[in-house]
């Protein structure tokens, strides 16, 4: 019986790997018809072989064969630029405060947000008079990304005196804007102020916390006692950056000879064209390099 059956087996497993089995994929190659184009042209990339998958990396910012792992860099400029209203009674530009952390510990209770080290930057910062949509101007927080530490901001609403409230104002904040700027002027936005994670936190009268929505803050009055109300973001790396990425150009079900591109600056591009056969037990990739000169 077991002389019957042994071959048999030895059958299946040989049909089993022979299905496993990837075709080579060395004879993949990428070539142009020149090294130099000029800015606007569409550049052909012709392609040998039949790989399952072909990605493209043009060696354009955001798109950079060697970056695609990378997750920060030291150097970045970081921007912050929001916009507000001081509504309702008398503007009161005393009363908000824009601060900064580098040392919060993330946990929004009364001793953790005390505890933290705040920066009073309001003075970078231009705030409503009573005109809406009052933009801070673009306000530069290097200075504090250079210390390579994540970094909260806070909105504080602080009141000194109780007013009535036909003289008391509120504060909208309607919009808020992060981004980070490398050395090539390329930007990443870091949270807008449907992402800047908000948390309301009051020392005092906590009936009155900020209103927090996806498209606006909002601070809360009270006529009856003073505010010391704030909202606080989660916390940014200022140096963290969107790993690059490439362009899926071919999958299995297709036949692709030939891809084209067309730069929009000049310089010199490492285009790198990877190319993979695949399946659900084996995988297989190579990596083919051009350099284009854009004039």
Not at 18 to 23: A, G, T
Not at 283 to 291: A, G, P, T
Request: glycine fraction near 4%.
């Amino acid at each position: 019986m077991i002389k019957i059956i042994a071959p048999f087996l030895l059958l299946i497993l040989f049909s089993c790997q022979k299905r496993y089995e990837l075709s080579s994929i060395e004879d993949f190659n990428v070539h142009t018809d020149a090294n130099s184009y000029s800015v606007g042209d569409t550049v052909r990339f012709f392609f040998d072989g039949n790989p399952d998958n072909i990605v493209f990396w043009s060696g354009e910012d955001g798109h950079v064969y060697d970056y695609r792992s990378r997750t920060a860099v030291e150097g970045n400029s970081i921007v912050l630029n929001f916009k507000t209203f001081s509504q309702f009674g008398e503007p009161d530009v005393e009363s908000l405060k824009l601060l900064i952390s580098t040392d919060f510990a993330g946990i929004y209770d009364s001793a953790h947000v005390a505890d933290a080290t705040w920066t009073d930057i309001t003075d970078r910062a231009i705030l409503s008079t009573g005109q809406d949509q009052t933009s801070s101007g673009d306000i530069n927080l290097n200075d504090f990304a250079s210390l390579n530490k994540d970094m909260v901001l806070a909105f504080r609403y602080k009141t000194e005196v109780i007013k009535p409230a036909t003289t008391q104002n509120r504060w909208v904040i309607r919009t808020f804007d992060l981004k980070s700027i490398n050395a090539q002027a390329a930007e990443s936005i870091l949270a807008s102020m449907s992402t800047a994670g908000w948390k309301a936190f009051s020392f005092l009268e906590p009936a009155t916390a900020w209103s927090i929505t996806p498209q606006q803050l909002i601070s809360a009055r009270s006529f009856t006692s003073l505010d010391d109300d704030w909202v606080i973001t989660k916390s940014f790396n200022p140096n963290a950056v969107a790993p690059d990425k490439g362009q899926s150009v071919k999958n299995i079900s297709q036949k692709v000879d030939a891809f084209t591109n067309v730069f929009s600056k000049p310089g010199t591009y490492k285009v790198v064209f990877v190319a993979t056969n695949a399946n659900v037990k084996k995988q297989q990739s190579i990596v083919r390099e051009i350099i284009i000169n854009i004039q």
